[in-house]
């Protein structure tokens, strides 16, 4: 953020000293009150010494607030976030710079940034006579227990003359915007065991119908490998026509994230909410780091902006980018209206969609047989159920009841749909969970196995 500016207008130039002027201070007021009351008592008396010290009086704070007044667009300044993007419970440095872009030292300034509450307090610095052409750098630091987008800003100065007669305060235009997105944990790389062909460790290579190399010609284009020409195609089509090379295909991972909000109870840091997209951010990270074409999906339906045209995360080069984009997306995701999971369920019934993790609040049996549907379009399904009355239980606002609970009968449906289904009590790790699911993976793979050799 850079400010400077021209010489006010005319009509600026006298809003700008009636603003200087109401920027008088209480030693200001009171000098130009006993000049008024001096020359007044002056001219009644005929005592024209009198008369010089109140014009001086009441002179003075008028001269310092029009001085004051005519360097206000003099100073610049300038905000650096480091960094601009961080997790939740993790500090950023905000880092401030002022700029004397004048041919004369300022007097004492008085710097302040406006910060959302939950950021902290408000920073305030008190900077001394900053020389022609010179600089003060001053920084301070900002945290959040809760995700989201914070404006920082507008900076505001405050000058003040040598004289203490009038302060003025001066606010920038610009401001900058502090994302803090959700806590990301290091998941340990399980192999899955069971998922389908091509969706484990390393990536799946779609060879050509006929032998290694695609026969199927493309048009040439530049940069292409000369070896690669299709000759014979290109004597029929009667342009350069090159041939297909294998095509990598990457393995493919759908995060559902259940965000309806008569799925989950409380709110705050430590919530089955605030969990849940946790949980979704730091799987979405790991599976990134894997190799994964990635897509993020909700209840609604939606998914990250700025994702390929089939809907996943680029090549591994863009993949910095892609887990920004969905980060930024988590940071600012909040509860929906919604009441069902059908509409994520039309959009993964198109076909084949690989590994796909949910991570879902409370179900009754209608969305619990539908997100096991789900299990049939997928090479592979995790599921991670946060049951609200076992939330509520954990932290003791409910005693616990007899027989199956609500969450218990929704993993018990999904682990005969075909899922790896876990229940998450509070405060759980992630960490612990993904390989417990990947034990019980192993374990349900195991027993088809034993099941079908019988």
Known sequence: MTTAGPAPAPEQDKSGLRTALAGLTTRGRSFLAAGVAAAICAYVLGQSDLLRVGLLLAVLPLVCATVLYRTRYRVAGSRRLSPARVPAGSEARVHLRMDNVSRLPTGLLMLQDRVPYVLGPRPRFVLDRVEAGGRREVSYRVRSDLRGRYPLGPLQLRLTDPFGMCELTRSFSTFDTLTVIPRVEALPPVRLSGEAKGYGDGRQRSLALAGEDDVIPRGYRRGDDLRRVHWRSTARYGELMVRREEQPQRARCTVLLDTRAVAYLGAGPDSAFEWAVSGAASMLVHMLERGYSVRLLTDTGSSV???????????SQESAD??????DTLAVIDHSDGMSLSSAYDVLRGGNEGLLVAFLGDLDEEQAGLIGRMRRRSGGAIAFLLDSETWTRESGDVPAAGGESAG??????LHEAGWTALGVPRGASLTDLWRQADRQRAGLVSGLGTEGRS
């Open 408 to 413: 218990e009968e929704s993993l018990r449906l």
């Open 322 to 327: 892609a887990a920004g984009l969905m980060m």
């Open 305 to 315: 902006p700025g994702e390929g045209a089939d809907g996943f995360a680029g090549s």
